[in-house]
């Protein structure tokens, strides 16, 4: 059996979004920052497209979803998907042997990664973490809660991590967003 | 694009999330605050996204009107497929229709006297007995005779 959603109209979310406040259009702009650094997009580009969708009906926007969340998570959708575009494609390389192909034709790479490769981006990601660990020389805690989330740890194996009780805890959270924010455009990454 | 690089996207992706779930649940003032104290002007950056917005607005537009532009060429493109029939196929059906009809269904004299009726008069009738549900349609039915 169908739940029984209400789905906000065109005009319904046109409506909500001009009349946002400017606390929400911070979040707005900060969340599509976030996610044009991770997956090197645009970031009025991957607003403008959750726009879009938003309004194409592309992607229904139900009545008891907040209307930012609901834009947050398509940004997030949209970069992820952009993401994957990249991750997904086929190199090819030229074929170059004479008599082997005729002119202009490719030839698929091997998509397994070279040693080579996985070197370089091990190196590189071992640069990203500790450009951001290194925001917070003297912050053991943040550092731990940062390195935890780039390893993978969520909930309260995370907050374990950190020995901090929970409001302590949304403090360090708050605070490694707010340290993050004033440099991560900065941040070299993969 | 590596494998490789994939693990270390989606070690930021967690670190994004991570920062957007604060940013959605910390209180507006605190977002307010932080934004002047970094950033600027919260009102004009308001006004720069509702310009985006309204941007936005304006493309979501076209892009329905194209849609709709694209619909309408195909369908006027799409070829007018005339269904050919066999006039005595059509006969035969009609033929035993009338045979299939059960006696107290009164048929006029020339209904009867199918071979004296034309070949727009018998589709004619035939369409009649399938709207009527006397005879089912050759679509519905699978039969080609």
Not at chain 1, 174 to 187: G, N, S
Request: aromatic share 4%; proline share 3%; hydrophobic share 45%.
């Amino acid at each position: 059996m169908k739940a029984d959603v209400s789905v906000r109209s065109r005009d319904e979310i046109a409506t909500a979004i001009r009349a946002l406040t400017d606390a929400q259009w911070i979040r707005l702009h900060k969340a599509s920052g976030y996610f044009a650094w991770v997956y090197d997009l645009s970031a009025e580009d991957l607003l403008q497209e959750a726009f879009c969708r938003a309004l194409v009906g592309t992607r229904h926007c139900p009545a008891d979803v907040d209307l930012v969340k609901f834009i947050v998570e398509a940004m997030r959708s949209i970069a992820n998907g952009e993401g994957g575009k990249i991750e997904n494609q086929i190199d090819t390389v030229p074929v170059v042997q004479p008599g082997a192909a005729s002119d202009g034709a490719v030839d698929l790479k091997d998509s397994t990664d070279s040693q080579e490769e996985i070197m370089v981006a091990a190196e590189t990601d071992e640069a990203t973490r500790q450009a951001i660990l290194g925001l917070f020389p003297t912050d053991h805690q943040a550092r731990d809660l940062a390195d935890g989330i780039l390893a993978g740890y969520e909930g309260e194996d995370l907050r374990a991590l950190t020995e901090l009780d929970q409001k302590g805890y949304a403090s360090k959270r708050r605070f490694m967003r707010r340290t993050i924010d004033k440099h991560y455009p900065r941040v070299t990454k993969p | 694009m590596t494998g490789a690089d994939k693990k270390g996207r989606e070690a930021l992706a967690r670190l994004v999330d991570v920062l957007v779930d604060d940013l959605l649940a910390a209180p507006d003032q605190v977002i307010v605050a932080e934004f002047v104290e970094g950033q600027g002007d919260p009102a004009k950056n308001a006004e720069a996204m509702r310009m985006l917005f309204e941007k936005s607005v304006l493309k979501a537009n076209k892009n329905r009107l194209h849609a709709a532009q694209a619909g309408l060429a195909a369908y006027r493109a799409a070829p007018v497929v005339a269904k050919l029939i066999s006039m005595v196929d059509v006969r035969g059906r009609f033929k035993r229709a009338l045979a299939a009809c059960p006696p107290e269904m009164k048929l006029t004299l020339a209904a009867r006297n199918e071979s004296d009726l034309s070949d727009a008069d018998i589709l004619g009738m035939l369409q009649d007995l399938e709207e009527l549900g006397i005879v089912i349609a050759d679509d519905e039915s699978g039969d080609k005779s």
